[in-house]
């Protein structure tokens, strides 16, 4: 009874949303679709890879770096709240974050986010250049997609020579030539311009890996150009936020009901490793990141975290429009500074914390200046479609056409269905 009880409660509620809906505009007429790379057509490839370019070669007044290495550097230092390796005074990081201490981007709950705004940030940018561009999604349980975005007339190739870029000196990754290396053509090859500054292509110990973007096949542990689908539906099957997010972005962790879920490279940590490639030991230890998108810190300076990112949110959306959205579905409190649903996360946080350097260089001088009431919040980010206005072409958007009496209530019934399935699961759950 209680349960029908607040289920009606719900219902009216979308009632008059569908209301203020249908009274000014369909929504989904104005959202910007995010779409699957295998549905691309050449236009729309060559019209990101061009936007993409457009970045890379125009560098702001009173910047030393390009508009692309300005995400890059950001990805950078969102992991120097945990360590700096440059200790000059000036570099010693402050604020709430930097009393955290921990990665303001990966490993918490703020990963999810953290890469939506910059995802947003970045496809504002490439929509400047031409509006018609969205971030397409590599959704890497496909065996075909991965040939797609690595050819030619998008993403360009994978490296060859065998070898890989460690603190300026050039190593074999003893994996045989085809294996993997420099990426050595296509529109993100060196000959093309696409070359990276040495100082801020660093590890997160601040080792430089070079001035080539670096590409791997494989390494033992991964034979595939793709993984499981079961590590997806596993992760879309959690209820509990913080259970989704260490099974989405691919850690080992202990899950809500004290389960050891010991996986440790899938979901997003697997997909990187199918384009940077991993070097493991006899006893499957990683002992190298090979290629730029193993490389976490400096991975945006490879084009394909974009399409991996972006695949990593539309997974998030999804699980949200399947019955967790809104607060309820965020860890309020509990979280290290800056990953609790109303911490400011850095860099949008008014300059309230900064990290420590990242590198020999001096990186932290070269964050882009942002607005003191540039503020986000992980609770900004959950309504996507009103906060951006993107969506995704899996995701249902429809609304009826009409706008009569019947065609509200039959879309609140709807409602109330999905949401009467959901009340009862989740007691079947718990
Ligand atoms: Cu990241």
Do not use: C
């Not at 409190?333 to 020999?360: A, F, I, K, T």
């Amino acid at each position: 009874m209680k349960i029908f009880q607040k289920t009606f409660t719900i219902l009216a509620v979308s009632i008059t949303a569908g209301l203020n809906i249908f009274g000014t505009r369909s929504i989904a007429a104005d959202l910007a679709v995010r779409k699957n790379v295998v549905d691309l057509t050449s236009q729309e490839k060559t019209a990101f890879v061009s936007a993409v370019k457009t970045l890379f070669n125009t560098t702001p007044e009173g910047s030393t770096i390009n508009l692309y290495e300005q995400f890059v550097v950001t990805h950078v230092e969102s992991m120097g709240f945990g360590m700096s390796t440059h200790h000059h005074e000036e570099d010693t990081a402050y604020g709430p974050a930097a009393e955290a201490g921990v990665d303001a981007a990966h490993g918490n709950a703020g990963f999810l986010p953290w890469h939506r705004e910059l995802l947003s940030r970045f496809e504002n940018l490439l929509q400047s250049v031409d509006p018609t561009v969205t971030i397409p999604y590599w959704d890497w349980t496909d065996p075909e997609a991965l040939d797609i975005v690595l050819a030619d007339d998008f993403l360009g190739p994978r490296g060859q020579g065998g070898t890989f870029t460690f603190n300026g000196q050039t190593i074999d990754a003893g994996l045989g030539t085809s294996a993997g290396g420099p990426v050595q053509s296509g529109p993100f090859s060196e000959a093309e311009g696409w070359v990276l500054k040495s100082e801020i292509n660093v590890d997160m110990f601040g080792n430089s890996r070079g001035t080539s973007l670096v590409r791997f096949t494989q390494t033992p542990a991964f034979s595939n150009s793709y993984l499981p689908k079961e590590d997806i539906e596993f992760a879309l099957s959690q209820d509990n936020y913080t259970d989704f997010r260490h099974a989405l972005e691919g850690e080992p962790y202990t899950d809500s009901q004290g389960n050891y879920i010991s996986k440790n490279f899938y979901n997003h940590n697997g997909a990187h490793p199918l384009i940077g490639g991993l070097l493991f030991n006899e006893n499957n230890e990683p002992v190298a990141a090979l290629g730029t998108m193993t490389t976490v810190t400096s991975s945006p300076y490879d084009p394909v975290f974009w399409v991996l990112h972006s695949n990593v949110d539309r997974l998030w959306a999804e699980w949200q429009d399947n019955g967790h959205t809104g607060t309820a579905y965020y860890p309020a409190e509990g979280q290290p500074y800056g990953h609790n649903l109303n911490d400011r996360m850095w860099p949008w946080d008014g300059g309230q914390s900064r990290p420590g350097n990242v590198g020999s260089g001096h990186l932290v001088d070269l964050l882009p200046v942002l607005a003191s009431d540039d503020i986000v919040t992980p609770a900004d980010t959950l309504d996507f479609r009103k906060r951006y206005g993107y969506t995704y072409d899996t995701l249902q958007t429809k609304i009826p056409e009409h706008n009569s009496t019947s065609g509200l209530l039959g879309l609140g019934a709807l409602g109330a269905g999905s949401l009467l399935k959901r009340k009862q699961k989740q007691i079947t759950l718990s």
